[in-house]
T-cell receptor, first 110, second 114 residues
């Protein structure tokens, strides 16, 4: 069964304290792995797509990496405005369905 | 702004009632998906419409139904509401970026069932 597990569930960081969020996945065939940011009361906002093991993408303080079993979202020197829930999703091959994890709630303290 | 508009933003219904949620996009994309996001959970796939036909469905009962119109706007209908239907309902369009199919979400409709 296709499945996505994210850890930790919640994370509190001091401003400038770098860390990583984990997304473990099991899928029969991977068309793509996606990272989204979701602010309270809003829809998910697209961050990155990764397609194959070894691929990396960067945007400002965020960097996403992908292996055959998991993805990491690295946050370097976070700021309070990075506080949000970060969602990981996989799109299995042969379907347009996206399977989401439950997310990591990130709080960055000033 | 994502270009995906959902209405209403919030609504309250009682158990057993019916609800219709609406979605439209600025560019009239021909593929639209609906997701249910319960509090503290990730979005769960309900179904997808392509050119007015349902072409994929998640593990949701038949009382969840949809429509897509010729202008590619869409509706999600839920009959016989249950308390567990309380959630954020998200509409998403599919956009291709260098071969990828990225879901772009609207802000959602928050449904509370009492």
């Amino acid at each position: 069964e296709d499945q996505v597990t994210q850890s930790p569930e919640a994370l509190r960081l001091q401003e400038g304290e770098s860390s990583s969020l984990n997304c473990s996945y099991t899928v029969s065939g991977l068309r793509g792995l996606f990272w989204y940011r979701q602010d309270p009361g809003k829809g998910p906002e697209f961050l990155f797509t990764l397609y194959s093991a070894g691929e990396e993408k960067e945007k400002e303080r965020l960097k996403a990496t992908l292996t055959k079993k998991e993805s990491f979202l690295h946050i370097t020197a976070p700021k309070p405005e990075d506080s949000a829930t970060y969602l990981c999703a996989v799109n299995p091959a042969g379907t347009y369905k996206y399977i989401f994890g439950t997310g990591t709630r990130l709080k960055v303290l000033a | 702004e994502t270009g995906v508009t959902q209405s209403p933003t919030h609504l309250i219904k009682t158990r057993g009632q019916q609800v219709t949620l609406r979605c439209s996009s600025q560019s009239g994309h021909n593929t639209v998906s609906w997701y249910q996001q319960a509090l503290g959970q990730g979005p769960q796939f309900i179904f997808q419409y392509y050119r007015e036909e349902e072409n994929g469905r998640g593990n949701f009962p038949p009382r969840f139904s949809g429509l897509q119109f010729p202008n590619y706007s869409s509706e999600l209908n839920v009959n016989a509401l249950e308390l567990d239907d309380s959630a954020l309902y998200l509409c998403a369009i599919m956009e291709g970026i260098t071969g990828a199919n990225v879901l772009t979400f609207g802000a959602g409709s928050r449904l509370t069932v009492l």
